[in-house]
């Protein structure tokens, strides 16, 4: 597996990994081992960041769209996200409405289709 597709699946920033992790690519063994027993580096990365955009996105409950328009373009650290939860600009207040308006729309659709299926 391509370091960048490991990444990916273990929920980590490329360019903040080790330079070993980087280069190398993995076996399916050993990236079943990184996920059952992560290496300390991992369990940090994981904890302090930096994150990459959709876990980034997940944490401030909007979509990888509205950090784009948020003018967020970089990776941010556990730190800089619960930062930015602080401070609450606008442009976060209002991709955090936008998402809402989205699932709540999604449940409604979902509850019509079941509504339809029985």
Same mark, same amino acid.
């Given at each position: 597996?391509k %370091?960048?597709?490991a990444?990916?699946k273990?929920?980590?920033y490329l360019?903040?990994a ?5 280069q190398? %690519? ?6 079943l081992?990184?996920?059952?027993? %992560? %290496? ?5 990365l994981?904890?302090?960041g930096?994150h990459?955009?959709?876990v ?7 979509? =990888?769209?509205g950090?784009?328009r ?7 650290t ?12 606008s ?11 989205v699932?709540?729309e =999604?449940?409604?659709?979902?509850e019509l289709?079941?509504?339809?299926? =029985?």
């Amino acid at each position: 597996m391509k %370091p960048a597709t490991a990444a990916k699946k273990l929920g980590i920033y490329l360019p903040a990994a080790p330079e070993a992790f980087q280069q190398t %690519p993995l076996t399916r063994s050993a990236f079943l081992e990184l996920q059952e027993t %992560p %290496p300390e580096w991992l369990q940090e990365l994981r904890r302090t960041g930096p994150h990459p955009r959709d876990v980034v996105a997940r944490k401030l409950g909007i979509t =990888n769209s509205g950090l784009a328009r948020g003018g967020v373009t970089e990776a941010l650290t556990t730190a800089e996200i619960q930062a930015l939860l602080e401070a609450a600009p606008s442009w976060l207040s209002h991709e955090r409405g936008v998402q809402a308006k989205v699932r709540a729309e =999604n449940a409604r659709v979902a509850e019509l289709h079941a509504k339809r299926g =029985n």
